[in-house]
């Protein structure tokens, strides 16, 4: 796993304790189950798990035994025990299948040292050692290994020790092999702090996160009082909350690095930034704010306050001042594509869609196998009713690279087409790529798709309740951000919860009053509740704020209210204006 690194001096190092905690008498793993829903949900490297802790059953030492297995197979074979390109077949090769190294690296490893891998990886727990001291007394006497207990020739003997320990040598530098495959060569500490800084600056490209974890880590083990690699690092985890399903733990872990860099170095401008970050995700946006401040009082131009700050206006509904942020962005920084695409966005949603384009372009002519503008760029000339040419350019980016949110919106292209097959092979590979299946966001659209289509009615169900799951899981309690809540609202409404709805839809209206994506789903909400009236004049309000008439006529939840006249009145006005 990438949180095992190996000091300049040889040692291997464990780092990034993220996932540990002090749990209580009553559980030893924290788990989020529903019954109804798709299977147990553990916290934990997928990879690395025992089968009893899928199952959602409680961990003891031989599930971590199972663990220490999975890691020493990777460490004599130079391969994972249990390796496949999606989450689901992972689980299914660790629930059903045992491990099997190529002819060539089995050649290698002494037969006593695959053995002892395959008794700690075994399925059932009482196939396994009792306790880790029985693994550690066969390594320090590999003749324990043979059954009939007869001392083997000392030459075999050492000639396996030298075999093993050549075997541990090389893979235990895989952490440190990992700088050379990430281009390393014994770069400085600013070199490092440097390159994982670049490296969250591309957050959306593969393995970008760990790669900046790595960095920071390297430098922190030599010098763990270092203020920057200590902010980097709370930053990564943030990276890593919002990427992966949002772990409690993670975000513990991100505030508690970030405070300690101020507490290190309170002029440090990236330690604040990371504060900000942890604290918005938090659902705390007066602390966020005045953190997000202080960095820009002590250092007006750094990237990442700047990308950051802009971010947290425009989840704020506050676009124009987010839209002015990022202006000053690009200015400063006119060779950075990221600033250019995240204006693009905040300008769509601002219907300045002509704007908005051509500054995507302008992007993609700096970045040009950036997918995250491929993404923003095809959505906004979704905006601007040009289907054929947001579905071009969302298929050019994926000739990049298979990227979830590329697939989500072509699932709504091929939705708003009335192709719902199309759709919903889309959004279920939106969610299968890159195991993707914590996105919250991909679970509603295909729920969406689902409902339009007989055969998967009740999949919609569960697919809108994995998605409050999951985004609930975000949420904190009291949030004050109206994207989510107002989402959270819409997909009661859709599973048939019309008193939750209206709350949050009310409270999101009060976070966001002029935010037309909130207006406009919060208009949806209302009708689903049964309250027309209240609807239409939410999506006058929308259509004033610059939501597009066209995503409002192919809304399909809308469909009742396109019996009202009030309905083809209020748009036939929009029109003629």
């Known amino acids: ?33 529903d019954e109804n829903l798709l299977n147990t949900m553990v916290h934990g490297t997928l990879a690395y798990m025992s089968p009893e802790v899928m199952r959602g059953e409680i961990a003891d030492e031989k599930s971590d035994i199972f663990s220490l297995g999975a890691v020493f197979y990777e460490m004599l ?21 045992d491990p099997a190294p190529s002819d060539e690296n089995a050649n290698k490893t002494p037969e006593w040292a695959g053995w002892l891998a395959n008794k700690m990886l075994a399925k059932k727990r009482e196939d396994r050692f009792e306790k880790f001291t029985d693994i550690q007394d066969i ?15 000392k030459q075999k003997k050492r000639k396996k020790r030298i075999v093993l320990s050549g075997a541990i040598a090389a893979v235990v530098a895989l952490t440190a092999i990992a700088g050379t495959q990430y281009g390393w060569q014994s770069p400085s500490v600013s070199g490092h702090i440097n ?62 690095a970030a405070n300690l860099a101020i507490e290190l170095d309170d002029q440090l401008a990236l330690a604040y930034t990371a504060l900000a970050r942890a604290k918005e995700y938090q659902g705390l946006m007066d602390d966020a704010k005045q953190n997000y401040e202080k960095a820009l009082s002590l250092d007006p131009s750094e990237f990442h ?6 971010h947290f206006l425009w989840q704020q509904g506050k676009l124009d001042e ?3 942020i990022y202006r000053k962005a690009s200015t400063q920084y006119p060779q950075e594509s990221l600033f250019y695409t995240q204006l693009g966005e905040v300008l769509r949603f601002l219907g300045e869609y002509d704007e908005a384009e051509d500054v995507l372009r302008t992007s993609l002519s700096l970045s040009p196998d950036n997918v995250l503008t491929h993404l923003t760029l095809s959505a906004v000339l979704y905006s601007k009713n040009d289907l ?106 859709k599973a048939g919860e019309p008193k939750e709805a209206v709350v949050l839809a009310a409270k999101a ?9 909130v207006l406009f789903r919060s208009a949806v909400t209302y009708d689903l509740a049964g309250e027309r009236t209240t609807a239409l004049s939410l999506i006058k309000q929308a259509l004033d704020g610059g939501y597009p008439i066209s995503a409002i006529k192919s809304e399909p939840d809308l469909a009742g209210m396109r019996n009202d006249p009030r309905y083809h009145q209020l748009l036939a006005e929009r029109e003629d204006k």
């Open 1 to 33: 796993p990438a949180n095992i690194i190996v000091r300049k001096d040889g040692c291997p190092v464990l780092v990034d304790f993220g996932l540990a905690k002090t749990v209580n008498a009553s559980t030893d793993l924290e788990t989020v189950t």
């Open 322 to 324: 987010a839209a002015q």
């Open 388 to 493: 054929v040419g947001a579905i071009a350019i969302a298929q050019q980016g994926l000739q990049i690279r298979p990227h979830s949110a590329l697939y989500g919106n072509l699932g709504t292209f091929y939705f708003t087409l009335g192709q719902y097959g199309q759709a919903i092979n889309s959004f279920e590979r939106a969610i299968d790529v890159d195991g993707n299946s914590h996105s919250y966001l991909q679970w509603a659209n295909l729920a969406d798709a689902y409902r339009m289509n007989p055969e998967t009615t009740e999949k919609a169900k569960i697919a809108y309740k994995r998605a409050l799951q999951l985004l609930e899981g975000i949420m904190q309690p009291n949030d004050s951000r109206p994207t989510y809540v107002s989402r959270a609202g819409l997909y009661h409404a």
């Open 77 to 97: 074979y130079g391969e994972r025990a249990f390796k496949a390109p999606s989450d689901a077949e992972t689980v299914h090769l660790i629930l059903n299948v």
């Open 305 to 310: 306050t700047l990308e950051g700050y802009g």
């Open 195 to 256: 390159a994982g800084l670049e490296k969250l600056k591309n957050f959306e490209e593969k393995s970008a996160i760990s790669e900046a974890k790595a960095h920071f880590q390297t430098v922190l083990i030599t010098d763990p009082e270092n203020a920057a690699a200590t902010a980097g690092y709370s930053l990564a985890l943030l990276g890593e909350y919002t990427d992966e399903e949002a772990d409690p733990t993670t975000l513990d872990s991100a505030e508690a």
């Open 139 to 153: 390594i320090n006497d590999p003749t324990a290994y043979y059954s009939d207990g007869k001392a083997i020739n």
């Open 509 to 517: 209206l009060a976070l966001a009053p002029s935010n037309s994506s």
